[in-house]
C-alpha cells in the first residue's frame, strides 16, 4: 500500500520551468517503479515518463525529451519531474503514479496501482 501526493504545479510562462514532486507513504517505496502522467483537458490520460524502482531505467515520450527529467529519492520517498522549457503544450494535470518493480518501463495505466490526486500544471503563451 502507498498514498502518493503531487505538488509542485502552477502557472508558468513559455519556456519556464516547473518542478514536480510526488512524496509517498507506505513502504517501501523503493520497490515500486514510478511514472509521471498527464491529462489534459479533452483528452485521455497519457504516459509522460516513467522510472524504475531503482531509478537506473528511465523512460520519456518523445515530446518531453531533451526537456523533462524523471529522478527519484528513495531515502526520501518522493519522485520528481523537473520540467524545463515547458509550453503551452504541456498544460494538463500531472499525475504520480505506483506499479509494482519491473525490469522495463511500463507505459500503460492499468499497471499502476497507485495514483495521487494530480496537480496541475498551465503553460501559458
Known amino acids: 500500500q502507498v498514498q502518493l501526493v503531487e505538488s509542485g504545479g502552477g502557472l508558468v510562462q513559455a519556456g519556464g520551468s516547473l518542478s514536480l514532486s510526488c512524496a509517498a507513504s507506505g513502504r517501501p517505496f523503493s520497490n515500486y517503479a514510478m511514472a509521471w502522467f498527464r491529462q489534459a483537458p479533452g483528452k485521455e490520460r497519457e504516459f509522460v515518463a516513467g522510472?524504475?524502482?531503482?531509478?537506473?531505467?528511465?523512460y520519456y515520450v518523445d515530446p518531453v525529451k531533451g526537456r523533462f527529467t524523471i529522478s527519484r529519492d528513495n531515502g526520501k520517498s518522493t519522485m520528481y519531474l523537473q520540467m524545463n522549457n515547458l509550453k503551452p503544450e504541456d498544460t494538463a494535470v500531472y499525475y504520480c503514479?505506483?506499479?509494482?518493480?519491473?525490469?522495463?518501463?511500463?507505459?500503460?495505466?492499468?499497471?499502476?496501482?497507485?495514483w495521487g490526486q494530480g496537480t496541475q500544471v498551465t503553460v501559458s503563451s
Open positions: 503514479a505506483a506499479g509494482p518493480p519491473n525490469r522495463g518501463i511500463v507505459v500503460l495505466t492499468t499497471f499502476y496501482d497507485y
Open positions: 522510472i524504475s524502482w531503482s531509478g537506473a531505467s528511465t
